[in-house]
């Protein structure tokens, strides 16, 4: 933001990095919801995926920065369209024993929603003043 003096461009941003914010305290509240089955920074994440980037530009250059290109990061220049090696499209087959396993999942793993907890994203917006901790 502080290398443009476009006004459509800064309230772009504003509006983006606002927006960022507020994903991340729903997804916070999201993962408070379904105690105690996440806790987390409890857990790690999957490792095949925590570390991979995939670049999905059809763009050129393919550009890289500090999101992209850490030392420690995998960058996949050419990724398959899907990662698990499915055909890409939101589609599952499940065999009856599976649907059962996974009915009972849900299940356990329902979202408590009369929880609203403190998180971190309200303690650094600075609006959890007087909020009960």
């Known amino acids: 933001m502080n290398v443009t003096t476009d006004p459509g461009i800064k309230d772009a941003l504003g509006f983006l990095m606002t927006r960022e914010i507020a994903h991340q ?3 916070e509240k ?3 919801s379904i105690q105690p089955n996440f806790p987390q920074g409890k857990l790690p994440g999957m490792p095949e995926f925590s570390r991979t980037y995939f670049s999905m ?3 050129e250059p393919n550009v890289r920065g500090p999101w992209n290109s850490d030392a420690d990061f ?3 220049e050419n990724p398959k369209p899907a990662v ?3 055909d890409g499209t939101a589609s599952v087959t499940l065999s009856e ?3 059962v396993t996974l009915t009972m999942m849900k ?3 329902k979202s408590d929603l009369e929880a609203d907890p403190m998180t971190g994203a309200d303690l650094g917006s600075g609006l959890a003043q007087g909020k009960a901790e």
Do not use: K, T
């Open 30 to 32: 999201a993962l408070h």
């Open 97 to 99: 024993d599976d649907s």
């Open 74 to 76: 995998e960058y996949v």
């Open 25 to 27: 305290i729903s997804f």
């Open 84 to 86: 698990d090696g499915g």
């Open 57 to 59: 530009s059809n763009g």
């Open 107 to 109: 299940e356990r793993l």
